[in-house]
């Protein structure tokens, strides 16, 4: 504590996970981004398991290439909903890495499905985390497949529309009825950070174990993109989005005896 | 049926891919599929609020592979269908826009070129020339504009859906980041009221029975010599039309010139403004700009380069455009000089400086 | 001959309706003109700049290697803007800044510090910051004059003026105020 700081005498310092890449600090997400408490859990995780020398990080375009450099892991950026192949491509040909891949929603259920639904399928021995803000944020809030029926973005201006696009696309629903036994998947929020850390720790120590294929799904917020405020940014992921994406694990390996 | 969007002429000044939103409701277009990627997402946003007072329709699809071979199918149920894309955006398109390339489907794109390889930048560059004009697994059996201001991306909006559907070639508009986000001014102006004459879509599938017979249509064929014959006789129809839809401008090109510089899209801006600043202190050159990229004026270029001491490829591309300018020239023995920029703007001033540079040796 | 005008500031500031407002201003009197935002992946933070040419000759190039006159209105802003300077640039920078000033270019023609941020915050409302800085700029560039930037003004902010008409007395009373504020310093 006789450390010299550049803050308030009256402040700690903060203690930022050992995995934490100290050099990208600050991170460059928007203020109020979901971003932020999700790649906090992961860093915890890594750190907690004790994998910091054989995890390499993944992430996707959108708001999510801005984790490039967030993590002290080897980490590679993507092209767009090709994060889950390529850290796929890396665990076969190296079993002893952890590999994590990170998205968005539309990284992972639009342009990467196919990817998603393959890996799964497989039963990959890898861990997907897919941050869902249902819009398309880096690029100026677009509809993405997790949008909530009558939500206004950008290409669906009056709200959208059912009939036409369909229903917001529910990830973890459909990774648990393709995928293999072994496999981790859940769905956590930001809103809940106590229970996100147990999901995602779940979810990176599953693949630490061989089991199966790990996937969890976050719900987050974009005020940026949404154009609202703390109070009701915080109201739309609790009530909306949790009425509509069911929190919990939705599959979980079976104990061993 | 819906009000016209664009009734007399109006002067605006607007964003360009404002600019492209509006053109491709006044050029009649039906339907837009897109996916979102910088630079040209503000298409998509203007036309979802275009859409539902003009009767138009869009999908954002999953992906770019989708948004293109959607744009296929909506082309052949016989409506003027157009997407828009840019960088990664286009090199996955690749796929979609050679079978249109092979089946003779008229599809628009606009691509709104940024920074390659890869993702690179959201902003700008001319580094899709290449994949534009000859993407994909085929002979480059397309046609490509390139503008350089918001009044043209108007005026070759319109002229896209009318070239495209009139020789059935798939159509390409080639902009780029700067030229999508700037704002200056432009007339729009309804183009039926101008006497020009919007093609009409014929409809491929979907009413055979009504027609009497049915259309099978494929890409496949079975030996080396039939898929020889079909793409001798693409290639033939391509050249016989060629010349009717060739555009290229030159820039005080008339007399012998010590230096032609070759530019092409916003940079032919900049070239512009250097030859007249140039010829007013005594400089003998002279800008040649194709308009079109494919087909390229090579006739026309040709009978130019020769009155031109020395050559300057002026562009935002690592010799994209000069590849196409060298295959236009090959057998001339010329001199050439170039400007490459990838991925970064080039103004008047950088010309200057480098035509001045080379006429010093 | 063209002038070439470089905003920059933080986001929030209104870097890009003052050059939108000054661009469409130009426009409307018949001159050629053109308005571009940088623009990069994050959707937020960064330094947010705009390049703004106004002219009576059609104009090349979107964006310039060297303005005419920088307009900096943050501390980032400072050396962010220092590749657009060279001997013949007018650099003006809000009096309010106080990090980032080792920057303040060392090549400019001339360097104005003007308090506009303090004239919004204590005499006029913080929200019309913007439109000081409008006022500056045209005061130094004489691009177009403060009646052609009233009746921008009014194009834009014309219905919200309507509703409440002490918002078009507090607008034009910044513009006159950014025009002093340049007067002054010089």
Wanted: overall charge negative; aromatic content about 8%.
């Amino acid at each position: 504590m006789s450390e010299e700081v550049s803050v308030a005498t009256n402040s700690l310092p903060p203690r930022l996970p050992k995995s934490y890449n100290i050099e990208s600090k600050p991170h460059k997400f928007c203020p109020g981004c979901g971003h932020g408490s999700v790649l906090r859990a992961i860093a915890e995780s890594i750190d907690e398991l004790g994998i910091q020398d054989r995890t390499v990080y993944g992430c996707d375009i959108g708001c999510s290439l801005l984790s490039w450099d967030f993590f002290a892991v080897d980490s590679v950026q993507a092209h767009h909903g090709r994060t889950t192949p390529v850290i796929t491509g890396i665990k076969r040909a190296n079993p002893n890495v952890i590999g994590i891949a990170y998205m968005g929603d539309g990284g992972g259920y639009a342009i990467g499905s196919q990817h998603l639904v393959n890996a799964a399928n497989r039963n990959e021995r890898i861990t997907v985390f897919l941050v869902n803000n249902t819009n398309y944020g880096m690029t100026g809030g677009q509809m993405a497949p997790t949008t909530l029926p009558g939500q206004k973005t950008e290409t669906s201006p009056y709200g959208r529309d059912i009939e036409q696009t369909g229903q917001p696309f529910l990830g973890p629903e459909m990774v648990a009825a393709v995928t293999g036994e072994g496999a981790y998947v859940a769905r956590g929020t930001t809103s809940n950070f106590i229970q996100l850390k147990k999901f995602v720790k779940r979810a990176i120590e599953n693949q630490v174990n061989g089991k199966g294929f790990s996937f969890v799904e976050v719900l987050a917020g974009c005020p940026t993109n949404w154009r609202t405020d703390a109070k009701d940014t915080w109201g739309r992921i609790e009530n909306d989005m949790a009425n509509y994406f069911k929190v919990g694990e939705l599959k979980v390996p079976a104990k061993e005896e | 049926m819906a009000e016209k969007p664009i009734q007399g002429e109006k002067r605006v000044f607007m964003t360009g891919n404002e600019v492209i939103a509006w053109a491709t409701v006044a050029a009649q277009a039906d339907v837009m599929y897109g996916y979102p990627i910088t630079p040209q997402n503000e298409i998509m946003h203007y036309w979802t609020r275009l859409a539902p007072k003009y009767g138009k329709t869009f999908l954002q699809t999953e992906d770019e592979l989708s948004a293109g071979f959607t744009t296929i199918g909506g082309v052949l149920a016989g409506r003027k269908c157009f997407t828009a894309t840019a960088g990664p955006g286009n090199t996955l398109m690749q796929e979609p826009f050679s079978m249109a390339e092979m089946m003779r489907i008229p599809i628009v794109a606009i691509i709104q070129q940024r920074g390659g390889p890869s993702t690179a930048t959201v902003i700008y560059s001319q580094q899709e020339v290449t994949l534009t004009t000859f993407g994909g697994n085929g002979e480059g059996h397309r046609i490509v504009y390139s503008p350089s201001n918001h009044q043209e991306l108007f005026d070759y909006t319109i002229k896209s859906f009318n070239t495209a559907w009139k020789y059935r070639f798939p159509t390409f508009l080639l902009g780029d980041g700067y030229q999508a986000k700037m704002r200056e001014p432009l007339v729009m102006y309804d183009p039926e009221e101008r006497g020009i004459e919007l093609i009409k879509p014929e409809v491929s599938l979907g009413n055979g029975m009504e027609k009497g017979h049915y259309n099978h249509l494929r890409n496949t064929f079975n030996t080396e010599e039939e898929l020889y014959e079909i793409i001798m006789s693409m290639q033939e129809e391509y050249e016989r039309i060629a010349p009717e839809i060739i555009e290229y401008q030159e820039y005080n090109c008339d007399d012998d010139l010590d230096v032609l510089i070759i530019a092409h899209g916003v940079v032919s801006r900049a070239a512009q403004e250097a030859v007249s600043k140039l010829r007013d202190e005594g400089y003998k050159v002279g800008h040649f700009r194709p308009i079109t990229l494919r087909p390229f004026p090579e006739q026309e270029l040709r009978a130019t380069a020769q009155r031109a001491k020395k050559l300057l490829f002026v562009e935002s591309a690592y010799g994209q455009m000069a590849k196409l300018v060298k295959e236009a020239l090959f057998g001339l023995q010329l001199e050439a000089e170039t400007l490459y920029r990838p991925g970064v703007g080039i103004t008047s001033d950088e010309v200057i400086e480098k035509v001045k540079a080379i006429s010093q040796q | 001959m063209t002038i070439k005008i470089a905003l920059a500031g933080e986001g929030g500031q209104g870097v890009q309706s003052v050059a939108e407002i000054l661009a469409e201003a130009a426009n409307q009197e018949g001159r050629e003109a053109i308005y571009i935002p940088n623009f990069g992946v994050e959707q937020r933070g960064g330094v947010s700049i705009a390049y703004v040419q106004i002219s009576d000759e059609k104009i090349g190039s979107p964006k310039f290697k060297i303005a005419d006159i920088v307009i900096a209105l943050s501390g980032r802003s400072i050396p962010r803007t220092a590749q657009y300077v060279d001997a013949n640039t007018v650099f003006v920078y809000d009096a309010a800044i106080e990090d980032h000033l080792d920057a303040l270019p060392k090549n400019a023609k001339r360097i104005l510090s003007i308090p506009a941020l303090e004239v919004a915050k204590n005499e006029l409302s913080p929200r019309v910051f913007n439109v000081i800085i409008l006022g500056a700029v045209i005061a130094a560039t004489n691009v177009i004059t403060p009646d052609q930037a009233k009746s921008a003004l009014e194009a834009k902010l014309g219905h919200k003026f309507a509703q409440k008409p002490e918002l078009r007395d507090l607008n034009y009373r910044a513009l006159e105020r950014g025009v002093e504020l340049v007067q002054q310093a010089e």
